[in-house]
T-cell receptor
Framework: GENVEQHPSTLSVQEGDSAVIKCTYS??????FPWYKQELGKGPQLIID?????GEKKDQRIAVTLNKTAKHFSLHITETQPEDSAVYFC??????????FGKGTRLHILP | NAGVTQTPKFQVLKTGQSMTLQCAQD?????MSWYRQDPGMGLRLIHY???????DQGEVPNGYNVSRSTTEDFPLRLLSAAPSQTSVYFC????????????FGPGTRLTVT
């Protein structure tokens, strides 16, 4: 069945360094690739998404890249800050009423 | 707008008890869903609804019932609680056809003893 694999499950980086989270998907019909951030004790919140007709998208310190041929997409956070500590979920959707989430990455920003 | 609201925030049940987790949204979203979140397992879809009067099963529906009598409300019922249902439950909503843009509630932490 359709699947989204996410790596790593845990990531620790020094404050100020960059963090990269990678995902692969199996459904070739997927064309929306959102990323969610879940802070402690809260529900996930959409932070950025990329569509299949775009290879890269940036929003301040966050960038997402997509390689449709290889079915890979990634989240890049530069100049990490303590408030970036959270669980991040990637997901894939065809743009209908179905979305498949990855299992999440717990990001720790070390002082 | 309040967005997606869930009650209660915390609940402790004994095995065999039943209860209803409440979820409401004020964004007029057609699509609503329930997820459970367990350590290392990510978000697993329990049930979803594409509109009032329409519900369907997700990945892990056993032991749970849902109904959708209005656009705003989507309660999740545990029929006979089991320790395996100890989890954090999230309700989410989105516009129809826009599942990639989900709005999540704050969650209900349920413990079954």
């Amino acid at each position: 069945g359709e699947n989204v694999e996410q790596h790593p499950s845990t990531l620790s980086v020094q404050e100020g360094d960059s963090a990269v989270i990678k995902c692969t998907y199996s459904d070739s019909a997927s064309n929306y690739f959102p990323w969610y951030k879940q802070e402690l004790g809260k529900g996930p919140q959409l932070i950025i998404d990329i569509r299949s007709n775009v290879g890269e998208k940036k929003d301040q310190r966050i960038a997402v890249t997509l390689n449709k041929t290889a079915k890979h997409f990634s989240l890049h956070i530069t100049e990490t800050q303590p408030e970036d500590s959270a669980v991040y979920f990637c997901a894939a959707s065809r743009g209908d009423d179905k979305i498949i989430f990855g299992k999440g990455t717990r990001l720790h920003i070390l002082p | 707008n309040a967005g997606v609201t869930q009650t209660p925030k915390f609940q402790v049940l004994k095995t065999g008890q039943s209860m209803t987790l409440q979820c409401a949204q004020d964004m007029n979203h057609e699509y609503m869903s329930w997820y459970r979140q367990d350590p290392g397992m990510g978000l697993r879809l329990i049930h979803y609804s594409v509109g009032a009067g329409i519900t369907d099963q997700g990945e892990v529906p056993n032991g749970y019932n849902v109904s959708r009598s209005t656009t705003e409300d989507f309660p999740l019922r545990l029929l006979s609680a089991a320790p395996s249902q100890t989890s954090v439950y999230f309700c989410a909503s989105s516009r129809q056809g826009n599942a990639y843009e989900q709005y999540f509630g704050p969650g209900t932490r349920l413990t079954v003893t």
